[in-house]
């Protein structure tokens, strides 16, 4: 989406917490992954559960992440689109983790993320993560 | 999000759009699934790809799911969650479907979707799918 200024504001100010939000994750600095959360996030997450939702259940997911991740956790963004009103936004993003390989060693994991926004108290807040890999056959 | 009148007119707009392309799918009906779609829909679909970008792709997508589908078609939102703004929002829905199971019967399959919308020349217009379910062990 191209727009008229205010929209590239918007979408700079999006971009500016998504990836604060992905460098926390690769520093495993918790306060700022959950800084621009809402408490009632309803996240979507690669492992199960089929949903998790509140901030309390979010944490937990990380947890989880961080147990399988390493001790140099790889968390990249490689491609994110931004669509951005005043109040509401979504971004598409193609990420990059690891995962534990059979052998214990690390293997490269793809995986797909959708997150909806909400600008709440004049700050974009994250109030939905959808993150996924492509179901196996 | 409870909000203005305009709103709330946005939540019911969009609804219709989500629930006429869900029962759209569940009649096989292309035309009426591909209606209120963009040309540029990025689709995160359950099966490999990773993603399918433009409209032709995300058709093919409908082609491999009636594929596995049988006659009767199962393809029910359970809840459904709508954040919009005046141009744009997005919907976070739990869905259920079938699959085949490993005997050839029909088995259960509840997924997740977040959907993303643009308003494009006065119509909410579907720009992103993401369907997924929990990654297996």
Redesign the interface.
Known sequence: ?EGTQSSSREHQAIREVVESWAAAVRRKDFEAILKNHSSDI?M????????SKGIEAYKTTWDLFFSCSGDSVIFDINTM?I????????V?A?MHCTEPGPGGERKGL???L?I?L?KIDDQWTI??E?H??????
């Open positions: 989406m309803v979507f997450d690669v492992p199960p559960p089929i949903q689109t669509f951005a009103d005043k109040e509401i936004a979504f598409i193609l793809d995986f797909r959708t909806g909400q109030v939905h959808h996924s890999v492509p179901a196996s056959e």
